[in-house]
């Protein structure tokens, strides 16, 4: 019989998320300030929560993407 995965570390799964959320972040104000040179930095951390949501939306619909490819495979 196959032994289980041994499940991630809670605080090493949360620390890989803070990542991704800071490089998404500095992807962010990278573009922002591209856009808007001008730009008071307390301009950016007011648009990032709608940022943070379209990169959480556009990476949800990537992964669904990915594994609707996979279950097509699976039953082929």
Known sequence: ???PTKS???SALIALVNAMIEYWKEIARRNFFKAHPQAD?????QHWPK??????????IR????????SENRNN
């Open 63 to 70: 992964v669904t993407k990915s594994l609707s490819k996979l």
């Open 8 to 10: 991630r570390d809670v």
């Open 51 to 60: 940022a943070l949501a379209n990169f959480l939306l556009a990476e949800t």
């Open 1 to 3: 019989m196959n032994e």
């Open 41 to 45: 930095p307390i301009e950016f951390e």
